[in-house]
């Protein structure tokens, strides 16, 4: 057996081993009688499905999320089992349980596609499963349809990659019914051009003429964040946010350090991607077509749902406001709760944002709007809504380290990597005690809702972490120079 075929195995293993644990032994969230808050309509769907479909008793929303839910409830029929939410739990953590190894395997293809190393494979494979939703939560919270999203974010790439497109497509339309943001998703990258979007330079504005045209351009991508402010007006704004009971933020003088961190990273993003390319892009080969194929894919789904539902809807610019809202909870706070959530390969990200962005920028319109949807997401601090979107920015990283920083990687590295990640994920941590459940033990990094002094805790791993990767990279670059 060569050595690359064992570390597969012993990868895979790891997490087959947890997966089953998570499905026969893991401890179970018990608040509202083990469904926990989401799972509270999930389950009464997995319960009601076939009575609800056909009074047409679902709101639109839910039935963007109802497919794995009706498969729960036709199973239970058919088969006759306990109508209770420990059977439902664990019918959809076999269910998740399955999409993740599959995922895992998928990962695999994609690994030989771009010829990541044994030890590459290792820190990405750990980066990817090797996190709290995947090992902790997934046990823990098993009504939630998040980890099937990651699964989604892992095919598509893989199908993305492959350029089969006609694949992508048929499993976005298949999880539009799975996850509300997977069509949009799929659909942009399937039929949106692949060219490089990359400027031959970034040139300073030099006359009036380029500075008009750079202030149309930021009004044009800005208008949604200008729509949201004009929706929500800057009295309610601050006021709504200042107060709420499901924030932490009771001080005028963190608000204001928050907007202006939340502020900074919308502009950090918005610098490297969108203002370094023309509208025009946008408009180009053939692109009103593939528009409009993506108009009438998505129109024809929609029209489906709307015609089987009762119509009630989560509107776009609520959401909009309530990601934005989040982010003043406390400073940088999305991205501590991205850090908690789905680990070290955060930091990688943020240390390597230029050549990131460079690379998105190279795939086209179609990846750049992509990430422009997972950029709404990550400016909250509820992290787990970013999760299909995780290959997409995790993978680029690795592929522009892989012959940089990585070729300089030991194999000790690697599996040192990987203990830090299974630490981090939490995987060995009990939220429950004495059989309850504890809130604030829960509430670690779950962001509305986090106690502040976690908060502290993860913003201090978060910049200890963050200085160790640094310095651990000016080292390897270092003994690089010297030889």
């Given at each position: 057996?060569?050595?690359?075929?064992?570390?597969?195995?012993?990868?895979?293993?790891?997490?087959?081993?947890?997966?089953?644990?998570?499905?026969?032994?893991?401890?179970?969230?018990?608040?509202?009688?083990?469904?926990?808050?989401?799972?509270?309509?999930?389950?009464?769907?997995?319960?009601?499905?076939?009575?609800?479909?056909?009074?047409?008793?679902?709101?639109?929303?839910?039935?963007?999320?109802?497919?794995?839910?009706?498969?729960?409830?036709?199973?239970?029929?058919?088969?006759?089992?306990?109508?209770?939410?420990?059977?439902?739990?664990?019918?959809?953590?076999?269910?998740?349980?399955?999409?993740?190894?599959?995922?895992?395997?998928?990962?695999?293809?994609?690994?030989?596609?771009?010829?990541?190393?044994?030890?590459?494979?290792?820190?990405?494979?750990?980066?990817?499963?090797?996190?709290?939703?995947?090992?902790?939560?997934?046990?823990?919270?098993?009504?939630?349809?998040?980890?099937?999203?990651?699964?989604?974010?892992?095919?598509?790439?893989?199908?993305?990659?492959?350029?089969?497109?006609?694949?992508?497509?048929?499993?976005?339309?298949?999880?539009?019914?799975?996850?509300?943001?997977?069509?949009?998703?799929?659909?942009?990258?399937?039929?949106?051009?692949?060219?490089?979007?990359?400027?031959?330079s970034d040139k300073k504005i030099e006359n009036k003429?380029?500075?008009?045209?750079?202030?149309?351009?930021?009004?044009?991508?800005?208008?949604?964040?200008?729509?949201?402010?004009?929706?929500?007006?800057?009295?309610?704004?601050?006021?709504?946010?200042?107060?709420?009971?499901?924030?932490?933020?009771?001080?005028?003088?963190?608000?204001?350090?928050?907007?202006?961190?939340?502020?900074?990273?919308?502009?950090?993003?918005?610098?490297?991607?969108?203002?370094?390319?023309?509208?025009?892009?946008?408009?180009?080969?053939?692109?009103?077509?593939?528009?409009?194929?993506?108009?009438?894919?998505?129109?024809?789904?929609?029209?489906?749902?709307?015609?089987?539902?009762?119509?009630?809807?989560?509107?776009?610019?609520?959401?909009?406001?309530?990601?934005?809202?989040?982010?003043?909870?406390?400073?940088?706070?999305?991205?501590?709760?991205?850090?908690?959530?789905?680990?070290?390969?955060?930091?990688?990200?943020?240390?390597?944002?230029?050549?990131?962005?460079?690379?998105?920028?190279?795939?086209?319109?179609?990846?750049?709007?992509?990430?422009?949807?997972?950029?709404?997401?990550?400016?909250?601090?509820?992290?787990?809504?970013?999760?299909?979107?995780?290959?997409?920015?995790?993978?680029?990283?690795?592929?522009?380290?892989?012959?940089?920083?990585?070729?300089?990687i030991k194999l000790y590295h690697a599996i040192f990597?990987?203990?830090?990640?299974?630490?981090?994920?939490?995987?060995?941590?009990?939220?429950?005690?004495?059989?309850?459940?504890?809130?604030?033990?829960?509430?670690?990094?779950?962001?509305?809702?986090?106690?502040?002094?976690?908060?502290?805790?993860?913003?201090?791993?978060?910049?200890?972490?963050?200085?160790?990767?640094?310095?651990?990279?000016?080292?390897?670059?270092?003994?690089?120079?010297?030889?």
């Amino acid at each position: 057996m060569n050595r690359k075929l064992f570390i597969r195995i012993l990868l895979f293993s790891i997490l087959g081993s947890i997966v089953l644990f998570n499905i026969l032994y893991a401890e179970r969230i018990t608040i509202n009688e083990g469904k926990g808050w989401d799972g509270i309509e999930y389950a009464k769907l997995c319960k009601n499905f076939n009575e609800d479909f056909k009074n047409n008793k679902i709101s639109t929303y839910l039935f963007k999320k109802s497919l794995p839910l009706a498969l729960i409830h036709n199973v239970v029929e058919r088969v006759d089992l306990p109508r209770t939410v420990k059977t439902y739990s664990f019918l959809m953590l076999i269910i998740s349980g399955i999409f993740i190894l599959l995922s895992a395997i998928i990962f695999f293809f994609i690994s030989d596609y771009h010829k990541f190393n044994p030890t590459v494979e290792i820190i990405i494979y750990s980066s990817l499963f090797f996190n709290y939703p995947i090992l902790k939560l997934m046990g823990y919270y098993p009504l939630l349809l998040d980890y099937l999203a990651f699964s989604f974010g892992i095919i598509s790439y893989y199908f993305y990659i492959k350029k089969h497109t006609i694949a992508l497509i048929s499993i976005s339309v298949v999880f539009a019914f799975v996850w509300p943001t997977a069509l949009l998703q799929g659909l942009l990258l399937a039929f949106l051009q692949r060219t490089n979007l990359l400027p031959t330079s970034d040139k300073k504005i030099e006359n009036k003429k380029d500075l008009a045209y750079k202030l149309f351009q930021t009004l044009i991508f800005g208008f949604p964040i200008i729509i949201y402010l004009l929706y929500g007006g800057a009295t309610t704004f601050l006021h709504k946010f200042q107060r709420s009971v499901y924030r932490n933020v009771t001080n005028d003088d963190l608000m204001i350090i928050s907007f202006t961190s939340t502020l900074f990273f919308m502009y950090l993003f918005i610098k490297r991607t969108l203002f370094r390319i023309d509208v025009k892009e946008f408009f180009k080969d053939k692109a009103i077509l593939r528009y409009l194929g993506i108009g009438l894919i998505y129109g024809l789904v929609s029209l489906f749902i709307r015609l089987n539902s009762n119509g009630q809807n989560r509107p776009i610019i609520s959401l909009i406001y309530e990601q934005t809202g989040e982010s003043l909870q406390a400073p940088f706070t999305n991205i501590v709760n991205l850090f908690a959530y789905y680990g070290f390969a955060i930091i990688l990200v943020l240390i390597y944002w230029k050549e990131v962005s460079n690379f998105i920028l190279s795939k086209g319109v179609g990846y750049l709007l992509v990430i422009c949807m997972s950029f709404i997401f990550a400016i909250g601090n509820e992290s787990r809504y970013f999760i299909n979107y995780l290959p997409f920015i995790f993978f680029p990283v690795f592929i522009i380290l892989k012959d940089k920083l990585f070729a300089h990687i030991k194999l000790y590295h690697a599996i040192f990597y990987v203990v830090l990640s299974l630490g981090l994920s939490r995987v060995w941590f009990s939220i429950n005690q004495n059989g309850a459940f504890v809130w604030d033990r829960y509430m670690l990094s779950q962001g509305p809702w986090q106690p502040f002094r976690y908060y502290c805790l993860f913003l201090g791993l978060f910049l200890l972490s963050y200085l160790l990767i640094y310095l651990f990279i000016k080292r390897i670059r270092i003994i690089k120079n010297e030889k």
